[in-house]
Structure formats: structure tokens, C-alpha cells
């Protein structure tokens, strides 16, 4: 039960910096998810995203500051492999899944639901 | 965001008007916004689980399973007009989540639908969404740019 109750607390004080972001700076949904990616790649090139997964499991991997985690992680793997040019083959290595799903889902929605509003 | 391109009546006009704007209730919404974030990383941490538990998923490679699980739930729950009430409820709880990433992709595709498969699902479906994707693999390219030059040097 320990392990929801801290993916909970982590994950929901990321989404309250979100808020924040929002509230007080005047921030768009779309700056503020465009700008926790680029941070989330930015404390993953320090090797800290991977700590705060291990600690907050769901926590930290939910949040859309994973994806950049990600897109950084399976740039890196590749690059041990294939040198500069693994890091463009690699880069959507990880995320693939998640593109692809939304890709897929987002389309199959679209096509069978009818606009709301 | 282009807010220099503002003349000076402009300028002065939105000074004027600040006072009677009304202010955003910071705490209610940023505890909105922890509720639900959390509970959506709640269950996120459930679907790891179940992956882990039963697909023989490692606590590393169970991430992109329980993400593209909740992609699929978030996207049935905005075609059936859901999400964008919870969204409306917790604010930055249902935007930062990848829960908001499926929601961004599906109504911009519901919202053009009347424009015809290609011209209006498929050309608009990254429309709120592609910033997250130019961003995140600039920045990741830049910086694995970096961190590869480091571990060359040292």
C-alpha cells in the first residue's frame, strides 16, 4: 500500500507545480506540458529522474516529464551502440509505445465518437 | 508568447483592468489538482502492477505498458465527454499526467471531424499535442548531445 500512497503524493505535487505554473505565471496547458518534457530530459541528463522513479514508481512515471526521461533514456542507449547517429535512432525508442497508442487510440476515438459540445 | 508586441495603450489598458480581475483561488485549485494527479498515478501504480504481476514486466519496462493503458482509458474517456469535465474539475491534475497527452490528441481529432478523415482527424491530431513531442526530442537531442560529449572526454 506504501508504494500508491507515495506514486499519489509524488505525482499529484508534480501535477500542483503544474497548477502553480498555470495560476500564477498565466502559463497555457501547452507551455506547461512542453516545459515539464524539457525538464523532465533536462534532470534525466543528471541522472535524477531515474532516482525519482525508483522512488515514486507510478509517481514519477505517469506524469508527462517521463516522456522526456524516456526520449533522453533511449537516445543514450543507443548512443553506446552507434555513437552520434544512435542518438536520432534511438531517441523514440522508449516512447514508441506511447506515441503509437495515442496515434492509434486518438484515431479509433475520433472515428467512432461523436464531438461533444 | 508575444507579450512586448503590446502598444502602450494596450499596455496600460490591462494595468488598468488587473485590480478587477478576479484572482485564481491558488489553493483550492492546486489541491484540486493534487487529488486527482495523484489518484491518476495511483492508478498507474495499480496497472504497473497488474503488469508486473502477470506479463512478467521488469519495474523498469513496465512504464511503457501502464502509459499506453492509460492512453487507451483517456482516450475513451474524452470520446464519451468525460475527461474534459475532470479536466474543467482539476486543472493541471488531468493536464500533466500522459492522461492529458491522450485527451490533447483525441478532442483536437474529435474537434475536426466534421472536416473529413484525412484533411480534419488525421492532419489535427497532433495539433495540441506536437509541442510536447518538438520539444521533448529537441531537448533530449540536445542533451544526449551533451552527456555523450562528456562521456567521450571522460
Known sequence: MVEYFIAFVVGGLICVVGQLLMDIFKLTPAHVTSSFVVAGAALDGFGLYDKLIQFAGAGATVPITSFGHSLLHGAMAEADEHGFIGIAMGIFQLTSAGISSAILFGFIVAVLFKPKG | ?154
Do not use: W
Open chain 2, 1 to 154: 508568447m508575444g507579450k512586448n508586441e503590446f502598444s502602450p495603450e494596450q499596455q496600460a489598458y490591462k494595468e488598468k483592468i488587473k485590480p478587477l480581475q478576479p484572482t485564481p483561488p491558488y489553493f483550492v485549485n492546486c489541491l484540486k489538482a493534487f487529488l486527482i494527479g495523484g489518484l491518476i498515478c495511483a492508478i498507474g501504480q495499480g496497472i504497473t502492477n497488474f503488469y508486473i504481476t502477470f506479463f512478467n514486466f521488469t519495474e523498469k519496462t513496465a512504464g511503457n505498458p501502464t502509459v499506453a493503458t492509460l492512453i487507451l482509458v483517456a482516450s475513451l474517456l474524452t470520446g464519451i465527454g468525460v475527461y474534459d469535465k475532470l479536466g474543467q474539475f482539476a486543472g493541471a491534475g488531468s493536464i500533466v499526467p500522459v492522461t492529458g497527452f491522450a485527451n490533447a490528441v483525441t478532442s483536437a481529432a474529435l474537434e475536426h471531424k466534421s472536416e473529413g478523415l484525412v484533411l480534419g482527424v488525421a492532419t489535427n491530431l497532433f495539433k495540441l499535442a506536437g509541442a510536447v513531442i518538438v520539444f521533448g526530442a529537441v531537448a533530449a537531442y540536445i542533451i544526449g548531445m551533451i552527456r555523450y560529449l562528456f562521456q567521450m572526454v571522460l
